[in-house]
């Protein structure tokens, strides 16, 4: 019998408690999993980052963190936490971030909302580029970036991807480093940002590189707020250089209502909506986790925690 | 030399000349190729049918009628016309097609318009369902059906196809005749219409058929405007059976001001763009038809007048 502690709000209890009974089942696993377990007794820590535990240390037996976020800049500076920190790659997450951002890729490229929003009835008729001829660029070539970058070759797109080390994804133009990221910018019509938050990547968006990317270039942030520079993004709305924003997370959330984005006519705000973690197959991912520790096979998805993700 | 004329409005002439030139000399064909000869001179007729060419009878050396549009409905009933016919199947427009269809069902998919569109400034989480919880319709398992269906399936999305005649897509849960419309209507969470205009085809989607569909689904025309009886459509608009319609082709185009479909609510009117011909890849079909015709080979996208399609 081992002992899983579930460290997260209470609403995500009432989601999470059967999905992960089940999968543990489903893994021939028996287990006592609760909210509340003594410190000392606790085999694995299933974790939310806005949980009240923040001390790792009676933990002494705990063999891994298993994040239910993907985002895990919030933990990875907890200098109590000394076992192994695995991310959430929720396969039910990866899918939806691909249907949200391929949704708003394609209603960019298509021009849709000159329809969707048209109160003089106009009758305008303009044919867009094929996909073939549209350069999309994916800031960002982990699980999220590169499945993305997979679903957008398959309709057609041209992918640029930019990380800050090399990587090789299969039809991705792959740039990298200080002077890849210009040369990436500077084809991006439609620039995703699907980077983790780590001090590198903290206002890379920022005046220097709006400048750097095509006159009318449209933005897509399912990543994270801090990636952008939110002043210098409503100047260049203001003034032209960039056509339309999608933004699904900012640096406070909900979005205040008295934040310029909500008004701006050139941004549309979405809900933190774009990664939504699916209860059952996030469970699966955690028990898979758990079925590793227990047969001593190497855990997946580990986080490096020099590099922040 | 041979004789192509090109029997169709001017500024078409404008925009196809130079690349018809251009794939006749990649096609190492040489050829006369203007928009008046001599009837009896001519070897192949381009074709728009709204050119003032309707009459065939002089054409007496004419090998076949390539047409310019994907539709063929307003010639097919021509009785001078006894040569073969042939329809555009311009890859660049099925492309055209594929972005526009896989665009606009992510939108309705994601429930993008409760974003773009937010005047109260909401922030509300909702989830969708992900692709494959999603059933997508297509009625019309042509070369355009065919080729939406196997890009949806790309996503995810369960797709089902309905013909009137038995088809086999891999991937496609193909129904056919009046019983498989009822039941592919049944699971249509959004329908897609991509149907030919024939005359078992007109008013295809009237009262009876939209009461098939599940309340509240979406409903995308793509295809061709007497698909639809349009005062059944505004009414289940009006009574919330369905819940959005996003149309692209109409009976009378430009789509008069005094329509209702403009102010309603529900409807997004685009201006018959899903399906645009591009000059490029068109002549590179047109071209390879008089390739096959001076080969003697068979030649391609032929039309069945009988059938009309």
Not at 129 to 144: F, K
Not at 195 to 201: F, G, Q, V, Y
Not at 237 to 244: E, P, S, Y
């Amino acid at each position: 019998m081992i002992n899983i502690l579930f460290a997260a709000r209470p609403e995500r209890w009432t989601a999470y408690e059967q999905p992960l009974r089940d999968a543990l089942q489903a893994a021939g696993i028996t287990a006592h999993l609760a909210e509340e377990i003594t410190p000392a007794e606790v085999d694995y820590i299933i974790y939310a980052p806005n949980s009240d535990l923040q001390d790792f240390t009676p933990y002494t037996r705990a063999k891994a963190v298993l994040n239910l976020w993907a985002g895990v800049e919030r933990i990875t500076d907890n200098k109590t936490l000394r076992i192994p920190l695995a991310r959430m790659v929720d396969p039910g997450l990866t899918k939806g971030m691909v249907e949200w951002v391929t949704g708003h890729v394609l209603r960019y490229h298509l021009g849709m909302d000159a329809h969707i929003v048209n109160p003089a009835h106009e009758w305008h008729v303009t044919t867009p580029p094929l996909a073939h001829e549209r350069n999309v660029v994916i800031l960002g070539l982990g699980a999220l970036g590169t499945a993305c970058a997979d679903a957008l070759l398959g309709l057609g797109f041209r992918v640029t991807g930019w990380s800050r080390s090399p990587k090789n994804v299969k039809g991705v133009d792959c740039l990298h480093g200080d002077a890849g990221l210009s040369q990436a910018l500077n084809r991006g019509e439609i620039v995703v940002t699907l980077l983790p938050d780590t001090p590198a990547t903290t206002d890379i968006i920022n005046a220097q590189t709006l400048a750097q990317m095509p006159r009318g270039a449209f933005l897509i942030n399912p990543g994270r707020g801090p990636l952008i520079d939110d002043d210098a993004l409503i100047a260049a709305l203001d003034n032209g250089q960039l056509a339309h924003a999608t933004l699904d997370v900012f640096r406070t959330e909900p979005l205040p209502q008295t934040d310029p984005y909500w008004a701006h006519p050139r941004v549309t705000v979405t809900p933190h909506i774009a990664a939504a973690t699916r209860d059952k197959t996030a469970s699966e991912q955690l028990v898979e986790n758990i079925r590793r520790g227990e047969a001593g096979e190497p855990f997946i998805n580990l986080v490096d925690r020099k590099l922040g993700y």
